[in-house]
Every structure is written in C-alpha cells, then in structure tokens.
C-alpha cells in the first residue's frame, strides 16, 4: 500500500521536472483610425489598460464634455482604472474631441 503513493509521488515529480515552460506572445491590438490621431495617445494609453480599443470608438456619439469628464471619473472612482490623475482630464478631452 506505501508502494503506491510513493510511485505516484516519484511519477509527479519527474513529470514537473521534465515539463517545459509553456511560451506565448500576447497578440498586439491595432490602434483604430478613430484612435489614430493626435492627442488620442492619451486614450490608447490609459484606457486599453481595462478596455479593448474597438470597445472605446464603439461608444456613443454627442454626449458632451460633461458626459466624458463624469465617465472618466467613474472609471477611476468606481472601477479603481488605473489612469494617471495628471492624465484624467486629457483622457476626458480627447473622448470629448474624438467623439463629442
């Protein structure tokens, strides 16, 4: 009966031993054309943190400045996203330039 455990023991081991590290490259996302210009770096930046960038430009069109000053400050507040504070009203006043 201590045969068995011990075999299995020996069988784990070796197997962890022998095993190789599993390599991956993550993929790079490209940067939309709606997110491609100047000033939108801030936005790549910090929002593709939590975000994929086909999520940002899919976001609605016309909502004001107010609406992407309250979304950042939601997203920081609320959802602890990891943007710079220095960066948050660059973030809202590109959202706010890109899409209104």
Known sequence: ???FPLAMLVLAASLCV???????????????AELAGSGDEVVVRNCSACHSLEYIVTQPRGKGAQFWRDSVTKMITVYKAPVDPAEADAVAAALTARFG
């Open 18 to 32: 022998a095993a190789r590290p599993v390599r991956y490259a993550p993929l790079l996302e490209q940067i939309p």
């Open 1 to 3: 009966m201590r045969a």
